[in-house]
């Protein structure tokens, strides 16, 4: 797990979109797995920018959304994919036929998971998977005590869950119990996890998933099994890590490394 600790958040915003421009000159045809939530939003930002300049194009693009609610239909404007339509696609040049959100409102939602997964499968599987957390280290919508090895499936919300989301509806307006998300296992299989979080609400939880046991307690804890996840996190964010100048020796050598061998190229 590599941690990568910027000033603030525009930062944070800033390298996570370099990895995805990065990803897209190697492979214009590139999987993205995407999340929902307030942290990813500059990202998006960013990826919308480079695409109007020009500089990136999302022609090639298939995408595959980490969560959606159970029960509510995509035009509802909590749901994710509306959210993702109306802070993403709808800004890009991608195939709107390429972008893909669990169903919600499916008749048979454990079809529809296994559809989910198969689909991802057809697409060759994810290159980079974008990832938030929650407060209580949840991972799309995989809350504590999920499976480490689950697939797409149906899950129960947390109170705190609930609590945190209940910002977005309105007073009285019905609010999902369950939600539909990729599992656990789902989320490991892809190349290269990024994960973001800014904010002191999320410190104790980055501080769970980087030095915590690998528990079902943290499901964001398990990325520590991961072959290739980047953390990029905020100071605020940082500020429960036993040691957060360690991980930015650890950077700063990285960049160092990549320039010398650059010079080499
Ligand atoms: N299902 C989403 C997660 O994917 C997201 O990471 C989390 C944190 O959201 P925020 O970035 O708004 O703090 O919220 C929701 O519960």
């Given at each position: ?11 944070v915003?800033k390298y ?8 897209l ?23 919308i ?18 969560d959606?609610?159970?029960d ?20 890009i ?7 893909r959100?669990?169903p919600?409102d499916a ?21 980079i998977q ?40 309105r ?13 656990i ?16 609400s ?14 079902a ?7 520590q ?9 905020d ?5 429960e ?9 650890i950077?700063a ?6 320039a010398?061998?650059q010079?080499?190229?």
């Amino acid at each position: 797990m590599k941690v990568v600790i910027l000033d603030d958040a525009a930062n944070v915003a800033k390298y996570g979109a370099g990895i995805f421009l990065d990803q897209l000159a190697k492979k214009p045809d590139s999987v993205f797995g995407l999340a929902t939530g307030s942290t990813p939003l500059s990202l998006y930002r960013e990826l919308i920018d480079s695409n109007h300049r020009g500089e990136v194009s999302f022609a090639g693009v298939k995408t595959f959304n980490l969560d959606e609610y159970m029960d509510l239909a995509p035009e509802h404007p909590q749901s994710y994919r509306h959210f993702m339509n109306r802070e993403f696609f709808d800004h890009i040049d991608i195939n709107p036929d390429n972008t893909r959100v669990p169903p919600g409102d499916a008749a048979n939602p454990l079809v529809a998971c296994r559809e989910y997964e198969a689909a991802i499968r057809d697409a060759g599987g994810i290159d980079i998977q974008l990832l938030g957390i929650g407060r209580n280290g949840h991972i799309g919508f995989n809350e504590p005590t999920s499976c480490l090895s689950s697939r797409t499936r149906v899950k129960t919300l947390t109170r705190e869950t609930i609590e945190d989301n209940a910002r977005f509806f309105r007073e009285g307006e019905f609010q999902p119990q369950l939600s539909i998300t990729m599992g656990i296992g789902t989320i490991m299989e892809a190349r290269l996890v990024v994960l973001l979080a800014t904010g002191r609400s999320k410190a104790k939880a980055i501080r769970a998933m980087v030095e915590g046991p690998v528990s079902a307690w943290c499901p964001a804890s398990a990325l520590q099994m991961h072959p290739a996840t980047v953390v990029i996190v905020d100071e605020d964010a940082a500020s429960e890590l036993t040691d957060p100048a360690f991980f930015k020796h650890i950077e700063a050598q990285n960049q160092a490394l990549l320039a010398r061998l650059q010079g080499q190229a």
